[in-house]
């Protein structure tokens, strides 16, 4: 790894974790209020990340046949579901026990953040359009990951919500694959793809400013748990990833799947998984400090791990 190589992706890095902050302040200061988070991210994730997704999607060369797609798809569903249930056999070396915050912890320290905070990474490190198109169909895998083995996890598997799989991103996600696979994508008039693009800009630094406030409203509500705080950055950040980098490295998969595959392998817990343990019944203390303790290692790791990550593989 050159310095040049750290350097640059580490360029790209700071300003996610920046607007973060940014996000941060804003909450401190009142300029963001807790009570239009829930609007604003409806917003984000019912409109503006559709538009993202169909402007990204449609017409990409990169994903444009079935194959490669399924292939993304399955990577992000197996690589999150081996996430969840490596860490679910971990998490008793630290005395978690199930209904005391074990199932919460494997699902935390396996889902990572897939969507707001590796979208601006990989747009940045990769302008091209195939490669964030690519993006798309592996989170098309780890939802499905997320509805089924992750609130599986918390539930019970024959309660999983399933239906939640159709939200609206990943229906988005569908229906640009099929205008793909049938061709009809060339008939997407270019202003569409216009208005796509303009709305789509807005969805990551709107969501990203919400992540950084929800995770100052994280700050302190919770006492410390410092066995916690250790091993989940290192099964999240740390072990995990091997699955991902090994995957890149061996797999015969495309130079795009190889990129966010590394990309994903530096990213901390979902600051969702919270969202997820409180409706399931599961231990949101837990899903609070594995976010946090993984968001703040990040900091320093996702640059480390996406320069090495991309060197071995060669991407």
């Given amino acids: 790894m050159s310095n040049l190589d750290f350097l640059s992706i580490l360029s790209v890095a700071v300003p996610v974790y920046l607007t973060m902050a940014v996000g941060a302040v804003a909450r ?10 829930a609007s604003l991210m409806k917003l984000s994730v019912m409109l503006l990340t559709p538009a993202l997704i169909i402007g990204r999607v449609a017409g990409n060369s990169a994903v444009m046949h079935a194959g490669p797609v399924v292939i993304a798809a ?20 630290i005395g978690l026990k199930t209904g005391q915050g074990r199932r919460t912890f494997s699902v935390s320290c396996g889902l990572q953040n897939y969507g707001f905070v590796a979208i601006p990474i990989v747009t940045a490190l990769f302008p091209d359009a195939g490669t964030l198109g690519v993006l798309f169909t592996f989170t098309l895998g780890v939802e499905i990951a997320c509805w089924t083995g992750g609130v599986g996890m918390l539930t019970g598997f024959d309660k999983a919500p399933w239906r939640h799989v159709l939200n609206a991103p990943v229906l988005a996600i569908l229906t640009s694959l099929l205008l793909n696979f049938t061709g009809l994508h060339a008939y997407v008039p270019d202003f569409a793809h216009s208005t796509f693009d303009m709305l789509g800009a807005c969805a990551v630094p709107l969501a990203v400013l919400l992540i950084g406030a929800s995770i100052s409203d994280l700050i302190g509500q919770e006492k410390i748990r410092w066995d916690m705080a250790l091993l989940s950055p290192v099964l999240r950040l740390g072990i995990i990833p ?15 799947l190889k990129r966010i ?13 919270i969202m997820v343990a409180r409706m399931y019944g599961g231990h949101a203390p837990t899903a609070v400090q594995v976010v946090l303790a993984t968001t703040v290692v990040s900091c320093v790791t996702t640059p480390l791990v996406i320069a090495w990550g991309l060197k071995f593989v060669g991407a």
């Avoid at 401190?28 to 988070?37: A, H, I, Q, V, Y």
């Avoid at 990577?75 to 070396?93: C, D, E, H, T």
């Fill in 28 to 37: 401190r200061t009142g300029l963001l209020k807790p009570e239009s988070d």
């Fill in 74 to 93: 399955g990577l992000g569903f197996a690589l999150v579901i081996f996430g969840i249930f490596f860490s679910y056999f971990v998490a008793p070396v």
């Fill in 242 to 256: 091997i699955a991902f980098v090994l995957a890149a490295r061996f797999l015969p998969v495309t130079l795009e």
């Fill in 261 to 273: 595959l590394i990309v994903q392998a530096a990213m901390p817990s979902a600051v969702f998984n």
